[in-house]
T-cell receptor, first 110, second 113 residues
Framework: DAKTTQPNSMESNEEEPVHLPCNHS???????IHWYRQLPSQGPEYVIH???SNVNNRMASLAIAEDRKSSTLILHRATLRDAAVYYC???????????FGSGTKLNVKP | EAGVAQSPRYKIIEKRQSVAFWCNPI?????LYWYQQILGQGPKLLIQ????????DSQLPKDRFSAERLKGVDSTLKIQPAKLEDSAVYLC???????????FGQGTRLTVV
């Protein structure tokens, strides 16, 4: 299974945009890029996913590099409630199983 | 819509004892997962069910861990006997099918002393 690499931690100011990077240089053509986040003492929650094109939803935007070897999760205006561990995960379309890495711990400062 | 329910929320046992965790997935969700999350690490997939059949249990320590999903709905994860290194949060998740996003419960925090 292809691996992802994320920074251990990042810091942001409240109400500013946050760009969370993820490297996945061994991604295959059938791998979808998924992002989940885990708030303290909670189970992970789905954020967004994409294959090749950039994606937007109410929570965030996902920017995928043209060669698909990296992606960036964009939180347009960080709030204190966005402080969490963010996981970038590769999932094959026909195998739903997915493996979490160690993620990026995002700290949001007021 | 009700989320994924897990019980108990917390459990403390002595090593070599047995313990069981229960999960009730979101109604209609065919796929169910159990994850183990050790403090400071990302969740580790233990087992995945599709209805009541096992799709992947490659990372399940089968000498001590077992799981079942009766009638393709609720699921139970058991540890027998427990070791100190089993101390972790056990997360259950479900998804409508194997192509859609997963929804997680709040987990059961197990402490083995």
């Amino acid at each position: 299974d292809a691996k992802t690499t994320q920074p251990n931690s990042m810091e942001s100011n409240e109400e500013e945009p946050v760009h969370l990077p993820c490297n996945h240089s061994t991604i295959s053509g059938t791998d979808y890029i998924h992002w989940y986040r885990q708030l303290p003492s909670q189970g992970p929650e789905y954020v967004i996913h994409g294959l090749t094109s950039n994606v937007n939803n109410r929570m965030a935007s996902l920017a995928i590099a043209e060669d698909r070897k990296s992606s960036t999760l964009i939180l347009h205006r960080a709030t204190l409630r966005d402080a969490a561990v963010y996981y970038c995960i590769l999932r094959k379309y026909n195998f739903n199983k997915f493996y979490f890495g160690s993620g990026t711990k995002l700290n949001v400062k007021p | 819509e009700a989320g994924v329910a897990q019980s108990p929320r917390y459990k403390i046992i002595e090593k070599r004892q047995s313990v069981a965790f229960w999960c009730n997935p979101i109604s209609g969700h065919a796929t169910l997962y159990w994850y183990q999350q050790i403090l400071g690490q990302g969740p580790k997939l233990l087992i995945q069910f599709q209805n009541n059949g096992v799709v992947d249990d490659s990372q399940l320590p089968k000498d001590r861990f077992s799981a079942e999903r009766l009638k393709g709905v609720d699921s139970t994860l058991k540890i027998q006997p427990a070791k100190l290194e089993d101390s972790a949060v056990y997360l259950c998740a479900s998804s409508l099918n194997r192509y859609t996003e997963a929804f997680f419960g709040q987990g059961t925090r197990l402490t083995v002393v």
